[in-house]
């Protein structure tokens, strides 16, 4: 059974950055779409970012657009998340997650693997 580990969440001020890293074992990563979420209190899980098998062309949330870059070595069998420019609304857990079938989606239901999410607090 395939498993997700998410690495590298803290604490960090406005504007500043942090890389979170999310690691697979189990073979769950082959030719799988990786994606992350993110998920604040009191609010519902929202789409960050997504690459497919291939690296070619991500996709991203209309609020880290410009910010966030999604990433993947999949020699290594991770994927990464490289957040700058934070801000206090970034605030939130995020969760890396996988789909089997290929596709890079923002729909949440499409992902058949999740890790157990890395706390990000970003302070103003």
């Known amino acids: 059974q395939g498993q997700l580990v998410e690495s590298g969440g803290g604490l960090v001020q406005a504007g500043g950055s942090l890389r979170l890293s999310c690691e697979a074992s189990?073979?769950?990563?082959?030719?799988?779409?990786m994606a992350w979420f993110r998920q604040a209190p009191g609010k519902e899980r929202e789409f960050v970012a997504a690459?497919?098998?291939?690296?070619?062309?991500?996709t991203y949330g209309d609020s880290v657009k410009g910010r966030f870059t999604i990433s993947r070595e999949n020699g290594k069998n991770t994927a990464y998340l490289q957040m700058n420019n934070l801000k206090p609304d970034d605030t939130a857990v995020y969760y890396c997650?996988?789909?089997?079938?290929?596709?890079?989606?923002?729909?949440?239901?499409?992902?058949?693997?999740w890790g157990q999410g890395a706390q990000v607090t970003v302070s103003s």
């Open positions: 997650a996988a789909n089997t079938g290929g596709g890079a989606w923002s729909r949440a239901w499409e992902y058949d693997y």
């Open positions: 189990g073979g769950t990563l082959s030719g799988a779409a």
């Open positions: 690459i497919d098998w291939s690296g070619t062309d991500p």
